[in-house]
């Protein structure tokens, strides 16, 4: 028994087991794995809508991504293109709408107005065409 003893308080404090690839660290008389969080995703509104359609939506899709560990690339990357496409659509609509700075300047509620409305619809299109799609 003094044998057993004297080995375990001679033990590693951090072992490393090959099969798994996991490092472990001792704490009391137990080895416990060092494992990390996945960093979270960084996306917006776009992304996490989407997460959320996934989710409620699509469950079998949103588990197998969320197992391969390809939840968060696709989310930052249709957070991206989704930004991006709302970004354009906003400046064409702006453009074709005669909305300018000259009209911030001379009228400014008509021109929040005029960029709320270009704003919602181009949210509207970009949520039917990336996000809930």
């Not at 044998?3 to 001679?10: D, G, M, R, V, Y």
């Not at 137990?30 to 359609?53: D, I, N, Q, R, W």
Request: proline share 3%.
């Amino acid at each position: 028994m003094k044998n057993l003893k004297k080995a375990f308080s001679e033990a590693a404090s951090e072992i490393h087991d090959n099969t798994n690839g996991l490092n472990y660290m001792r704490v009391g008389d137990y080895y416990l794995p060092m494992l990390t969080a996945p960093e979270s995703p960084k996306v917006g509104p776009f992304g996490k809508a989407h997460f959320h359609y996934l989710r409620a939506e699509k469950k079998t899709v949103f588990d197998g991504m969320m197992l391969s560990g390809k939840l968060n690339n696709c989310l930052e990357e249709i957070d991206r293109q989704a930004e991006d496409m709302f970004a354009k659509l906003v400046k064409d609509m702006a453009e074709k709408e005669g909305v300018t700075e000259q009209l911030k300047v001379e009228n400014q509620i008509l021109w929040v107005q005029k960029m709320n409305s270009i704003r919602n619809r181009a949210t509207e299109i970009v949520n039917a065409e990336l996000i809930y799609n």
